[in-house]
């Protein structure tokens, strides 16, 4: 408990840079990730290419190289200069948005093909049909994915504290530093995690307990 009393101010602006990082990358990654699901099911070829294109390249390649990318060879290109935080937030949003879309997809893949034929036959576009008609049954069928991939990137924000962006992640090291119990220091981080996942696992349980008896 001493590790944890006398550190609290790292802990509070570690926990506060996780907390950030994921609200932002999170809701970034949902609205991404929804999108390019839209251009993997367009009756267009070339935007399914695209999304197809965009999938392929972001699931396999490494989250490090990724962040890695933001915080070393962005600043090169001497474009918008911006800050580590938000270089940070737009890696994890790009990485994770990859698999927001495949979960949202494998939604879509769960309505009915009747659904939309019965909407396009009543003059819906491509656009209405998905945003009103599939969208909102898929949404119900991929609660459970979907907050095991948010949870995922609540612990891979971990990853951007070797890229200058205080996090839970540094913790340890302001400890080393301090000289204090390095171990008992990442006990309390994982304490931490464990309480910052828990409410979307509750979420996930009760919005899975309202959706499952409606499906």
Known sequence: ?????????VYWRGLVGTVGLFVIAA??????????????????????????????????TPLTLVLFFFAFAYPRLELVEL???????IGLTLYTA????????SGINTVPVGQAEAARALGFTFTQTLGQVVLPQAVR??????????????????????????NMGNVYSVLSERG??????????ALFFIILVAPLTLLQRRLDARWGVAR
């Open 1 to 9: 408990m001493d590790v944890l009393l006398d550190n609290i101010d």
């Open 27 to 60: 809701i970034g990654s949902l609205l991404l990730g929804t999108l390019v699901a839209g251009l993997r099911v367009s009756p267009v070829p070339a935007l399914r290419s695209f999304g197809s294109a965009y999938v392929t390249i972001m699931r396999n």
């Open 83 to 89: 800050p580590f935080f938000t270089l940070a937030c």
């Open 98 to 105: 990859a698999f927001v879309c495949e979960v949202v997809r």
């Open 141 to 166: 069928a991929v609660v459970p994915p979907m907050t095991n991939v948010q949870i995922a990137l609540l612990k891979n924000t971990t990853i951007a504290s070797g890229f200058a962006v205080f």
């Open 180 to 189: 204090y119990n390095v171990l008992v220091g990442l006990l309390w981080v």
